[in-house]
């Protein structure tokens, strides 16, 4: 009996155990929620991706700006950029886990307004602006009338000697004589004050502006007011050409009204005005730099400008391009080339071309007492080698030049011409041509006379043209411009041609005159007409010569085909000459001796 109820309690015993087993299993929690997630950013904008794990039940974002959600997988647009803290809490029955990341967001970039350009070249010469040009090109149109006289497109374009740019086809050509004349196009899409930096530029060659106080503007105009009237605030724009002062190149604003005129440069001549437009994106007035006659290709520096302005006008951006003039008697400007661009690159003409180089010849490197004839390697603007076509040896010599007015002495070599030896002739050709195009060039050389004062015999150093490639002993078979000692008695300096043959003396220099830097300002007018020449004599370097204090001047229709050589002749006497540091270039500082 004892043992059959020992049996039943060791079975109950048994099965309590497994019951209280069984019930521990059923009452186990689950665990706490592992929190993760990951996000995707574009502009402002950021989606988010839970990927949180154990069973999580509920979800609670804070993005870090003061706003929450509660979606499994949200989206968020936060109002500014910056850098945020995105905390994640998840939770369950058992708790709550969290997790945070930083997320950065940026402003999107708004797209940039095309670039804008105006040629003309398209247009109807001899006919009216108003009504012509299409949408395009950054344009939203043609140009409009708006007010005074009728302004005509010219089949002409411009020539900047100074940034060696020739502008193509057309022009337009603004005549303040008349009456009160306002012109503009607007754009295709708004340059807008939003801290961009813009760049506008056009070339415009200005004539008789010191004759009278007019105004003669190209502008940009402003979106307060599309139409700018004639009394000046209508419109609010920012206008850049000849001020109301005579002669004056500037800065004019009219909200209010202001007038910024430049110290050290003037409405004169042809000119590549270039504004720099610093907007900031608020009401603070904008900066306005004017550069005139930057390099192309290389952005101008801050501080370089030469005027700078404070523009209030320009808070609202601005919608087109304009033009104005209004009160002149005489002032007359061509206008080509306008250009807004978000780049100084992109307001870079589009015809400025690489001329031939510079070119510079010192005879340092020859071997001495030898002649020059094949002498010369191609390179340095030169195409090769100096040519014999006619006559003796001349001859390479050690030393230099010493010209004490300009208290500068060439380097090494020199090259010795002795008409002794006979009529000889002696060309080096060019790399490129230089031609008959608009452009003004300088050609320059050091020498130094003996034996001129008896001597009725020639000895030039010349431009060869391009009608002729070898020069005959009798003169005009080569077409040249010679500049040296002449024919003349007396040991003029002067200027020799031979097509048909001219013989043009200085007054008052004689090539006795000790060592001479002998400096000529070649004009081309890029037509059929005769193109001036002046020699100057010992100018100062660094500093450009001014015209009318030439030593001797001639229009010289030899040069109406360019030229390809350089060379010099000499005959009939018994003259010598040094040579030197011979220099052709397109502005003064070209040809200015570098060991000056």
């Known amino acids: 009996m004892k043992t059959k109820l ?22 186990v929690t ?54 945020y803290t995105v905390v994640l809490t998840a939770n369950n029955s058992s708790g709550e886990d969290q997790f945070e990341r930083i997320v950065t967001v940026t402003e999107p970039v708004a797209p ?96 008789n502006t010191d004759l009278d ?39 004019m604003t009219f909200g209010p009204f202001n007038n910024v005129e430049a110290t050290t440069a003037t409405a004169d001549g042809p000119l590549w005005l270039v504004a720099k437009i610093e907007t900031n994106g608020n009401a603070d007035p904008e900066v306005v730099r004017l550069f005139v006659n930057p390099t192309p290709g290389t952005e101008p520096i801050d501080g370089t400008e030469a005027v700078i302005f404070n523009a209030p006008e320009l808070n609202d951006g601005w919608r087109g391009i304009g033009f104005k003039y209004s009160g002149g008697n005489a002032s007359m400007v061509k206008i080509d080339d306008i250009y807004v ?3 100084y690159q992109d307001v870079t003409p589009l015809n400025y071309v690489d001329l031939p180089p510079a070119v510079f010849e010192s005879f340092d490197s020859y071997t001495v007492d030898t002649t020059v004839e094949g002498q010369g390697a191609a390179g340095d603007g030169w195409l090769g080698a100096w040519t014999r076509l006619s006559g003796g040896d001349v001859n390479v010599v050690s030393g230099g030049v010493q010209n ?43 020498a130094e006379f003996n034996g001129a004062t008896d001597d009725t015999g020639e000895l030039v150093v010349m431009l060869v043209d391009n009608d002729a490639e070898n020069f005959g002993g009798g003169g005009p078979n080569g077409q040249f411009l010679g500049i040296g000692k002449t024919i003349s008695s007396g040991a003029p300096l002067g200027i020799m041609t031979f097509g048909p043959f001219n013989n043009v003396d200085a007054t008052d220099v004689s090539v006795e005159d000790g060592p001479l830097w002998v400096v000529a300002k070649i004009e081309t007018n890029g037509t059929a007409d005769p193109d001036l020449v002046r020699v100057f004599v010992n100018p100062t370097p660094g500093t450009t010569p001014v015209d009318g204090t030439e030593a001797v001047s001639f229009a010289a229709p030899e040069l109406n085909g360019g030229w390809e050589s350089v060379g010099f002749k000499f005959s009939g006497g018994a003259t010598t000459a040094r040579i030197d540091d011979i220099y052709l270039g397109y502005r003064f500082a070209d040809v200015t001796p570098a060991n000056y």
């Open 6 to 27: 020992n049996t039943a309690l060791l079975v109950f015993s048994i099965l309590s155990m497994v019951v209280l087993v069984g019930c521990n299993e059923d009452e």
């Open 341 to 343: 661009g978000n780049t």
């Open 404 to 446: 004490n007015t300009l208290d500068v002495e060439t380097t090494g070599n020199s090259l010795l011409l002795d008409a002794s030896v006979g009529a000889s002739r002696y060309k080096r050709g060019l790399s490129e041509p230089f031609l008959d195009d608009g452009r003004t060039y300088w050609f320059a050389f050091q």
């Open 112 to 207: 940039l307004p095309p670039v804008v350009f105006e040629s003309f070249d398209s247009y109807t010469a001899d006919a009216t602006l108003e009504g012509q040009g299409n949408v395009g090109q950054g344009w939203a149109g043609a140009w409009t009338k708006l007010t005074g006289d009728d302004v005509n497109v010219m089949s002409d374009g411009i020539v900047n000697n100074t940034i060696a740019a020739v502008t193509s086809g057309n022009s337009l050509v603004l005549d303040a004589s008349g009456t009160n004349t306002r012109y503009k196009r607007n754009f295709e899409t708004p340059y807008l004050d939003n801290g961009n930096t813009y760049w506008f530029a056009f070339q415009a060659e200005f004539a």
């Open 213 to 251: 106080g007019g105004e003669v503007q190209v502008m940009l105009v402003d979106n307060n007011g599309e139409n700018f009237g004639a009394g000046g605030g209508d419109g609010q724009f920012l206008g850049i050409g000849k001020t109301i002062n005579p002669g004056a190149l500037g800065i």
């Open 30 to 83: 689950a665990e706490t929620p592992y929190t993760l997630f990951t996000f995707n950013v574009v502009d402002l904008t950021v989606t988010f991706r839970n990927a949180t794990v154990d069973n999580p039940e509920n979800y609670s974002w804070d993005f870090g700006d003061g706003q929450t959600s509660t979606e499994e997988n949200p989206t968020h647009t936060y109002q500014e950029g910056g850098t």
